[in-house]
T-cell receptor, first 116, second 115 residues
Framework: AQTVTQSQPEMSVQEAETVTLSCTYDTSESDYYLFWYKQPPSRQMILVIR??????QNATENRFSVNFQKAAKSFSLKISDSQLGDAAMYFCAYRSANFGNEKLTFGTGTRLTIIP | NAGVMQNPRHLVRRRGQEARLRCSPM?????VYWYRQLPEEGLKFMVY????????ESGMPKERFSAEFPKEGPSILRIQQVVRGDSAAYFC?????????????FGDGTRLSIL
């Protein structure tokens, strides 16, 4: 079974600064997908960014980028120019590429606080 | 609103009662996933359904929990004889097709409180 570990329960960053959230995972599969979801106080789950394991290039979405290290099974999220609206819980998630195993496996989350 | 709709947003039940949570997927989506989020934890997969079929129920508790996704109408997650430990947020997600490259779109969740 796959597992996802987020070792930072809480992080804080000064507004306009850069912060990196860590995520590691364990799997015996070679093909899979990785995600970062944001959950603000409203509790809505918002997809931030997605990475396919077969792609070597790190995914980027505006101020959000990932550092995907497949050999190390590491998938960190970098938020540049942090804004007050970035304050939320951030969840790392894994999804197998094997047909028949479509569920998402989530980490326990990192609570990000933005300091004005 | 063309997103995934869950209702009610909040549900309060007393121990021993039944809870019914509803999920209407996005338009054009025929695949539904249910997840449970206990306080201060990440989401845990419960069940994956296609219209009239359960595809994967490996995360469902063996007793008291059931799910359906009929040909017409929303998907229903049913919890019988609720206990305090069932208090959680229950999220539904939907996708257009089966396949691991299909993104899952989440609803806003139902917060279930057991008195």
């Amino acid at each position: 079974a796959q597992t996802v570990t987020q070792s930072q329960p809480e992080m804080s960053v000064q507004e306009a600064e850069t912060v990196t959230l860590s995520c590691t995972y364990d799997t015996s599969e070679s093909d899979y997908y990785l995600f970062w979801y944001k959950q603000p106080p409203s509790r809505q789950m918002i997809l931030v960014i997605r990475q396919e394991a077969y792609k070597q290039q790190n995914a980027t979405e505006n101020r959000f980028s990932v550092n995907f290290q497949k050999a190390a099974k590491s998938f960190s999220l970098k938020i540049s120019d942090s804004q007050l609206g970035d304050a939320a819980m951030y969840f790392c998630a894994y999804r197998s590429a094997n047909f028949g195993n479509e569920k998402l496996t989530f980490g326990t989350g990192t609570r990000l606080t933005i300091i004005p | 609103n063309a997103g995934v709709m869950q209702n009610p947003r909040h549900l309060v039940r007393r121990r021993g009662q039944e809870a019914r949570l509803r999920c209407s997927p996005m338009k054009g989506h025929s695949h539904v996933y249910w997840y449970r989020q206990l306080p201060e934890e990440g989401l845990k997969f419960m069940v994956y359904l296609q219209k009239e079929n359960i595809i994967d129920e490996s995360g469902m508790p063996k007793e008291r929990f059931s799910a359906e996704f009929p040909k017409e109408g929303p998907s229903i997650l049913r919890i019988q004889q609720v206990v305090r430990g069932d208090s959680a947020a229950y999220f539904c997600a939907s996708s257009r097709d089966r396949g691991n490259d299909q993104p899952q779109h989440f609803g806003d969740g139902t917060r279930l409180s057991i008195l």
